[in-house]
């Protein structure tokens, strides 16, 4: 079992910055299992969509409406994976939500992103 706490939303103006970070804990066993992290969000009537996500090797993968303005990286020694906001525009505005995939999948609770106009 792997348990995921996100912590870091806010509201901030566009244009703003905010930094989401997402610990993992657990078993030693659980943890070393992770393979890739990812944070994915959700906005009010709308899917959950994939963010940003990053293997253990640290290779990154990005949506396309945020590439270039966020930055997803991850500390395995802390088993946080974290992820910069730049330029934040109104339509970041959602429900940000960690993953973390082992040969199960684990989710944390969401943190509120609000980005006024």
């Known amino acids: 079992q792997v348990q995921l706490v996100e912590s870091g939303g806010g509201l901030v103006q566009a244009g703003g910055s905010l930094r989401l970070s997402c610990a993992a804990s657990?078993?030693?066993?659980?943890?070393?299992?992770?393979?890739?992290m990812a944070w994915y969000r959700q906005a009010p009537g709308k899917q959950r969509e994939l963010a940003a996500d990053?293997?253990?090797?640290?290779?990154?993968n990005y949506a396309d409406s945020v590439k270039g303005r966020f930055t997803i990286s991850r500390d395995n020694a802390k088993n946080t994976v974290y992820l910069q906001m730049n330029s934040l525009k109104p339509e970041d505005t959602a429900v940000y939500y960690c993953?973390?995939?082992?040969?199960?999948?684990?989710w944390g609770q969401g943190t509120q992103v609000t980005v006024s106009s």
């Open positions: 993953r973390a995939t082992t040969a199960n999948i684990y």
């Open positions: 657990g078993s030693i066993f659980s943890l070393i299992s992770i393979k890739t």
């Open positions: 990053i293997a253990r090797s640290g290779a990154t």
